[in-house]
């Protein structure tokens, strides 16, 4: 482990990356069933994916893995003849965990770090084999959508952090396969932390890594649910108050202070605290939002949106970078020139 | 990707790595049954392995994954309380695919390269699923045995090719995750190759390079069957011939050439040409035997063992260093110094 922040490999795009998605946990697991994932969420976000990716074209499955019940692959070779060879995607996604993975390192604390004890190894391990399950599940998904999607864990990849805070990370292999046409997917691990022994490196902390240093033209966060409400995006006040506006522009400046630039409503406090905006419990909303904010500060727009929905498929597509639609619904966070 | 052969990692061994193990895909899953794993095999092979790792002790279980059926996951954290940090293992597994992967690679021809065309770039991604799915089974095997196990792809670790070669190595994950008191279990994959765009990197060429970096104390290869035929190591003609003979030692000198040390038979010849052994119609046996003597070249007693057997166990101790006891069956393959 580096005792230092080395990320090993700057990049040097020969064509720019278009866009970093992070699908939320709760987007695409059950959040209240045990390692369960919404399959039909994610069949949509996949399905959205694609279209974003390949606009045109039919679809070619690309996982020829036996499906339960029947004992033979499908796999015709034939589809592929009159295919395309479709080399700009550029996408890369990252997922969190939702139900997965979070069971297991609570229970044990790998967070806390303490790879010596007995728990927090066997947590380690457990909270892998968990997250890894779902990495392989959300590729098959956007395998059978056509998209060339290859899983890359972070631990695998090399990625550690000194403190909590990402001290290496081996880009070059994201890169490679970037290059190589396909579409990387990362996800929040459990690693190696050079001062606490182990850690979680959560799936927002890695689209800000990868977003400085890939520099997408912009970038997506599917979201779902917050505290049971179903969320569109980031509002003034728990979405589950009364008269919760949502904010649909928020401006980020040079010295990190934000404002809302949409709606331009007389009762909303504009220079906002983000805790008193980051209204989930749990942590996730007020995460992401500052990490959006440090995103943001990069000069790359940020969309957080409600998955599967039309507005996430506007948002995939990059029709957000000009002017926000009005019959649009979700936040924009962006870098105020 | 690197145009020359880089081992990122020169490995500098506090405590030497003591075994590196090859799960032979015939002896993992069931060759004629397209993604089967056999089960029955699985469990005998993981339980030889704590045997071998973890000499005494309870099983505590490390995938705390939900059962199909079972609505909760089992994890009783008291269990771990009287467990003593376990961080002897120094044992690292290397998978092959059996009857996944296979299908898919050859569908497409991915070891022949050619990323340009659709056909072998969802052949790639097709053929890393199936084998992505295999190694997350091993390790939950692995884990539920109570083996603080660790997947790792290649293809994630950057590994990759030139022409068909290992071209660029990084060892370092691999190297943390033993350091940590993990059992790192890779598997053969598709990989990039910086000549022919992409290939496939089998799990033999994996062991060969890791026994040449981590120098163990020595290597195992579990195997199985060869074209339908129960064997338990390497023979002087193909095992479905009759009196086929066991070759119990055989001895690599420094010019590579080698020497049928057990059993003393006359009728053998000592100076059998490799590819006159090697007598099995899918390469798997003649690439074995050939990566085993560039091991035992280094140095490194090898093992090839009927897996889930008596003989199996006593080989994964380490027990046949010395002289072969009478009653194994097996071949060890030796330097002869």
Redesign the interface.
Known sequence: ?EASNQTKHQHNPTKPIRCIVKLGGAAITCKNE??QINGQNLEVVCSQLRQSMIPSGKV?G?????RPGI???S?N?HE??D?????SHKFVVVHGAGSFGH??AS??GVHKGG?????V??????T???V??LN?EI??AL?REGI??????P????W?TSGRNIAST?L??VD?AIK???VPVLHGDAV?DNLQ??TILSGDVIIRQLAADLKPEYVVFLVSFIDETDVSGVYDRPPTELNAVLLREIAVAEDGSWSVMKPALQDINKQVDFTVAAHDTTGGMEAKISEAAMIAKLGIDVCIVQAATSHSLRALRGELRGNIPDDWLGTVIRFLK
Chains 1, 2 share one sequence.
């Open positions: 482990m045990l390692e070619v690309m996982d020829w893995s036996k004992s033979d692959v796999c070779v592929f003849e295919q395309l060879s479709v080399d069971f297991q229970k044990s790879l010596d004890q007995p728990l190894k066997a947590g380690f391990v457990a892998r084999i968990s890894t399950t392989l590729v098959r395998a060339p999607s290859v899983g890359m864990s631990f695998s990849c090399g550690s081996d070059s292999v490679n190589s046409g396909f190696h022994g182990c």
